[in-house]
């Protein structure tokens, strides 16, 4: 065993630096060269590499964010994400008052016009996410994973149950009994009344929005909308469902973002408070 | 660990049977099961080519829809529009998220499947026959070998679903 360790070591030196970077260039789904032992060395190499790479989130953290700049920040770092160029990213940020439309422009489900929106301070933007119109606010908790699906093998269904059990975990570290909704109903229920929204879009396999949980936001706002296109069914929160005290946001954006982590099967996680630079003609 | 992990990288490597090292877990022995159609061709982000003369039918694998669940909307380009490989043309809605579609050639898009405006299930349903999304002239032949054939895919698939 441990002469055949030391081969290994030995070969691995010789042949790595090299092939390594033919490697890197190689189309994924592309067969291998068959040259025997050095082939495998350096196929090994480079998989420990990337598995090393990609099992550490970076969890950046930031207190209310414009929407827009927001999304402009997800849309860098997904495109350096699919570069390969970052690892696996979360944000953990609150929004001040929005309205927002999926891809499909659900607009007949806002039942305010714009300057009636505009009138009470929100705002309103349309989106490539999936999901339909919803509110974003303080209190509000926004987790935006910035994450590679293809290098865990997550397709969009596996990925938004991990969403939904993530808001019913840290949901029922208040005493709360949430569930994930029925089919066609994705969110997070507390009896008929919803606690949590999920909106993602997935491009080239990363993934982008997320999820909105209700820690204590204004509940008022959607009563100018249908939520989620959903009508018959109302929303709730954290504060209204839990019997205990609720501690500060923070400790709940941290609870959640940690059940990603583990639930994605993180191994490490590296935290971050704001560190990244918005767009600065938007910063207001 | 380590050495298990070696073993079965270096068992792919070397195009040796790898199915002791990576025992599935229940919930993805469905997805074991995707279908395939031989003669198709297949990109590694799932989605399907059918060549035909000049006429390249394209939609997404049954192991592509399995994993999004329910499609309730879907958005096509116009005829027209011009497709890159391995850039998006489109996307599909399910479970409260949009997933892009990419283009398996380049081409340009002849025609589109109107059906899927007002029956977006039939990407779930009728994968590789009604659910197709769009038929494209394709400007370079050349680049469906680039694409997997029906058996390559299925091995993709596999080892996609081990992780």
Avoid at chain 2, 2 to 28: G, H, I
Avoid at chain 2, 71 to 99: M, R
């Amino acid at each position: 065993m441990s002469r055949m360790a030391t081969f290994l070591r030995f070969s691995s030196s010789r042949v790595s630096l090299i092939s390594f970077t033919l490697l890197l260039d190689k189309p994924p789904g592309s067969s291998l060269p068959l040259d025997g032992l050095a082939a495998a060395l350096v196929h090994i190499q480079h998989r420990l590499y990337q598995m090393s790479l990609q099992r550490t989130l970076k969890a950046y953290k930031f207190g209310i964010v414009n929407y827009l700049n927001a999304l402009k920040l997800q849309e860098r770092l997904s495109g350096e994400r699919k570069a390969g160029n970052i690892q696996d990213t979360i944000l953990s940020l609150q929004h001040p008052p929005t309205y927002t439309l999926g891809k499909r422009r659900t607009d007949h489900n806002l039942l305010l016009t714009e300057s009636e929106v505009q009138a009470m301070g929100a705002e309103v933007h349309y989106t490539e996410r999936g999901g339909d119109i919803t509110f974003h606010g303080p209190r509000q908790a926004i987790i935006y994973p910035i994450i590679s699906l293809r290098a865990i093998g997550f397709g969009a269904r596996k990925y938004v149950e991990g969403l939904e059990s993530i808001m019913i975990e840290v949901a029922s570290l208040y005493g709360v009994n949430a569930h994930p909704g029925k089919a066609g109903e994705t969110g997070v229920w507390v009896g008929d009344r919803k606690i949590g929204a999920i909106g993602v879009r997935i491009s080239s396999g990363i993934t982008s929005h997320g999820l909105a949980f209700n820690i204590d936001p204004d509940l008022n706002y959607f009563k100018h909308i249908v939520p989620c296109g959903i009508r018959d069914k109302g929303v709730t929160s954290l504060r209204r469902e839990a019997q205990m005290q609720l501690p500060e946001d923070e400790v709940i954006h941290d609870q959640l973002i940690q059940s990603f982590a583990k639930t994605f099967h993180f191994k490490d996680m590296q935290w971050s408070q704001g560190g990244l630079i918005l767009p600065a003609d938007e910063i207001k | 660990m380590a050495l298990k992990l070696w073993a079965s990288s270096a068992a792919n490597a070397l195009k040796l049977s790898s199915r002791a090292a990576a025992p599935f877990p229940a919930s993805s022995i469905s997805r074991c099961f995707s279908s395939v159609i031989d003669g198709f061709r297949y990109s590694d982000s799932h989605e399907w080519v059918k060549h035909q003369g000049d006429v390249a039918t394209i939609g997404i694998t049954d192991h592509a829809q399995g994993h999004l669940g329910e499609v309730v909307f879907v958005e096509l380009p116009e005829s027209g529009t011009s497709v890159t490989k391995g850039s998006g043309f489109g996307a599909v809605e399910s479970v409260k998220a949009t997933s892009d579609v990419n283009s398996p050639v380049s081409g340009e898009v002849i025609e589109v499947n109107s059906k899927l405006t007002g029956t977006p299930g039939l990407i779930n349903t009728s994968t590789y026959e009604d659910g197709w999304m769009i038929k494209v002239k394709p400007s370079d032949p050349s680049e469906l070998q680039s694409l997997m054939d029906s058996k390559e895919y299925s091995k993709f698939c596999e080892e996609e679903d081990a992780h």
